[in-house]
């Protein structure tokens, strides 16, 4: 069904990798039909072309949270079979993309806004997608179900990635829903007020993040070498 604040209808549909443990978001605007896809995944394209066809709605923006380093952008594949579509980054993510964004800029499909807020930290190019009219902010891995992305690779710093929630996330309103980029443990959303009073790490001082965050020792990212000079190129790494 779809979402309807104040009767403008919005389409959702939450998507999901499983080798990847990823999330792709199909968002459409029900009076006009077109559509956008929030971070896309190669190995999932079929699948999404097959679902866009199906709902009849036009891809206008293929939107990717960060620069990825799990998986590889779906955006080029989709540009390429459906050349409506325009790549969507953050200004500050060092990648190749159609639209650049940046702060608190605005963009729109059909009668829906979304904003962006920058939330470095994970990487410097992390963007928080927020719907206001609907209550929705797509988080990427700035801020995941009682968890947050690593630091310890790419941009990752965890002062910044503590103040960039505390002052671009948790200052929504506390009903605000949160879709994040990735889950591994078998949640599909959360919310403002949840993750400010149970996130185990950033609902302590920030003192005590970055001492968390900088004793994960976690292994490398086994992707993260194909996956990076992929997504800096929308995916496609013989452009």
Do not use: W
């Amino acid at each position: 069904m779809p979402i309807t604040s104040n009767g403008n209808g919005l389409l959702f549909r939450q998507l999901f990798h499983k080798d990847t443990s990823t999330y792709t978001y199909l968002l459409a605007c029900t009076k006009t039909n077109e559509a956008i896809l929030i971070d896309p995944v190669i190995d999932c394209v079929e699948r999404d072309l097959k679902l866009i066809k199906e709902l009849d709605v036009k891809l206008v923006y293929g939107l990717n949270t960060h620069v990825h380093a799990d998986h590889i952008t779906g955006t080029g594949k989709l540009k390429q079979a459906l050349p409506c579509c325009k790549s969507v980054l953050s200004d500050k993510s060092g990648g190749k993309a159609d639209v650049y964004l940046g702060h608190m800029d605005s963009l729109k499909f059909g009668n829906q806004t979304l904003e962006a807020r920058a939330t470095p930290g994970h990487t410097n190019g992390c963007t928080t997608y927020v719907m206001h009219e609907h209550s929705l902010a797509f988080t990427g891995d700035a801020l995941m179900v009682r968890a947050c992305g690593r630091t310890d690779f790419q941009q990752g710093d965890p002062s910044t990635l503590y103040e960039s929630v505390h002052k671009q996330i948790f200052t929504l309103p506390p009903h605000y829903r949160i879709f994040p980029a990735h889950d591994y443990k078998g949640f599909s959303e959360t919310s403002v007020a949840e993750e400010m009073k149970y996130n185990p790490r950033l609902s302590k001082s920030k003192d005590e993040f970055i001492n968390i965050m900088e004793n994960l020792n976690l292994p490398y990212p086994k992707r993260i070498d194909a996956s990076v000079p992929a997504n800096l190129v929308c995916g496609i790494i013989d452009e």
